[in-house]
């Protein structure tokens, strides 16, 4: 495994974890993403928070997390972001067989 991040100062942009796998044409990466972004209302009321898993070289989304909405609040976002995350990490059968189809 290999982590990572994306800084500007003291602000993440995105964290990573690639884990590396064979050499082998029958996998597919697959990627699970959890997004933040702003509810695109103009000024900043909440975040949208997204999450789905893709194929990596296909870019097939295998399954996608209905957008969560988190007040104007650092803590309450971080809230919405771990239980997305959650909700992904339930999924990880799906993971599993997105790498071998």
Do not use: H
């Not at 942009?13 to 597919?28: G, N, Q, T």
């Not at 989304?61 to 976002?77: C, D, R, Y």
Request: charged share 25%.
């Amino acid at each position: 495994m290999c982590p990572g991040s994306n800084r500007v100062g003291d602000t993440s942009l995105f964290s990573y974890r690639a884990y590396l796998a064979a050499k082998c044409e029958e996998i597919d990466p697959v990627v699970v993403v959890v997004s933040v972004s702003f509810d695109g209302r103009g000024e900043i009321e909440s975040y949208l928070v997204r999450g789905d898993i893709a194929g990596e070289a296909l870019g097939d989304v295998l399954s996608e997390i209905e957008p969560w909405e988190a007040p104007k609040n650092w803590a309450a976002m971080q809230d919405v972001v771990r239980d997305v995350a959650i909700a992904l990490a339930g999924k990880a059968e799906m993971v599993v067989s997105g790498v071998y189809d």
